[in-house]
């Protein structure tokens, strides 16, 4: 198989490797909705096993892992309190309000990606008949690529309990997270009710996700999966590759991480570029001017990058670029970005 361009848009552009494709050709499948396919069903146990939970469902991405949870967590009228910049607060069109009639309630999250107990502590609702019925803390692990420290989340999930609060738990990244802090995954898992897990972000699986939970919350989960159309039949040949992804993919996490310390310490040596890493993700900053122009100047050399994001830092108008790396990028490809962008006519100094 050719390698494709180097692409730092997303962990989400991996292409399934011949051993990944190899499994998927050999999976044992059945209908799924039927309960018969055996490869599903190995994916969703594996899956709560290592999360530190009962059961698992085997759904089509995480947008509907989150849906199903927060529907299956909600009824209408109830309220979700989660971060301003959380995934399901920004780009998940809603779909709890949508389809669930429950109210979305974001929070301030800070620099570090976490919010704050005071804040939670304030936005927990007392018992009234004018306002919405407070039942769920929604967080996310990784955010923005840092990981959120077990501590922290334990502080915050206390607190929700306390408040009589459910837990959901958006783990699109929650392996990098583990990684990088060291604790397993099922010391996470145990602090939520319900978590969810991407298979086709850094882990390299081409499509799904894993929703994982108590057994009667994953039957539940499971009703409403399939209300949203998300009730597959022969699935095992994609849960295949998210049980390779599991078993081959969650150690090499780790060359993603050390990748993008090394790409942010190469672009800190390029005057007018200012990095830092988090995880598998680069944030590297360039003088809004010559940021625009970079992502098209880049793909005349076969580089893709994703458009920068503007932001005022005082008095200087900048533009920050998200750079994530993953299993279909080796050093040399972070090499040649960094080349790349050094010979880049637009840059100013910042
Ligand atoms: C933190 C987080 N949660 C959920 C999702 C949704 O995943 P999907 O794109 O598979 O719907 C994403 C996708 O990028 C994400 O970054």
Redesign the pocket.
């Known amino acids: 198989m050719n390698r494709p361009d180097p692409d730092f848009r997303?962990d989400?552009v991996t292409r399934p490797s011949a051993a990944m494709r190899a499994a998927m050709a050999e999976a044992e499948v059945g209908d799924d909705v039927y309960g018969e396919d055996a490869t599903v069903q190995a994916l969703e146990e594996q899956a709560a096993d290592r999360l530190g939970q009962e059961a698992g469902l085997f759904v089509?991405?995480?947008?509907?892992?989150?849906l199903c949870a927060l529907l299956t967590h909600l009824a209408r009228g109830d309220e979700v309190l989660s971060g301003e910049s959380?995934?399901?607060v920004r780009?998940?069109g809603g779909g709890a309000s949508v389809l669930g009639g429950a109210l979305i309630t974001p929070l301030p999250v800070d620099s570090c990606g976490g919010l704050a107990v005071g804040d939670i502590q304030a936005a927990i609702k007392p018992p009234d008949s004018h306002f919405a019925r407070t039942r769920l803390l929604s967080l996310?692990n990784?955010?923005h690529g840092v990981a959120q420290p077990l501590a922290r989340l334990q502080a915050l999930t206390g607190l929700a309990r306390q408040a009589g609060l459910a837990c959901h738990l958006?783990g699109?990244?929650l392996m990098n997270a583990v990684l990088e802090t060291g604790d397993e995954a099922a010391k996470f898992g145990q602090l939520f009710d319900s978590v969810?897990l991407?298979l086709?972000?850094g882990l390299g699986a081409p499509?799904?996700?894993v929703l994982t939970g108590s057994k009667p919350f994953i039957a539940a989960a499971r009703r409403w999966r399939k209300m949203l159309g998300g009730g597959m039949r022969q699935s095992g040949i994609l849960a295949a590759a998210g049980l390779y992804a599991l078993e081959h993919h969650c150690q090499r996490l780790a060359d993603d991480h050390k990748q993008a310390s090394q790409l942010a310490a190469a672009l800190n040596q390029t005057g007018g570029v200012r990095a830092e890493a988090a995880t598998n993700m680069v944030f590297a900053m360039l003088d809004w001017q010559a940021a625009m122009g970079l992502p098209d100047w880049l793909a005349k050399q076969n580089i893709r990058i994703s458009a920068p994001q503007k932001i005022q830092q005082g008095e200087a108008v900048l533009g920050r670029f998200r750079l994530v790396l993953h299993l279909d990028l080796d050093s040399r490809a972070s090499s040649r970005l960094v080349e790349e962008i050094a010979r880049y006519p637009g840059l100013q100094d910042i």
Not at 60 to 66: E, F, H, I, K, L
């Open positions: 997303s989400t089509a991405s995480g947008t509907q892992s989150n959380y995934h399901i780009y998940e996310e990784t955010v958006d699109a990244r969810s991407c086709s972000k499509a799904g996700s």
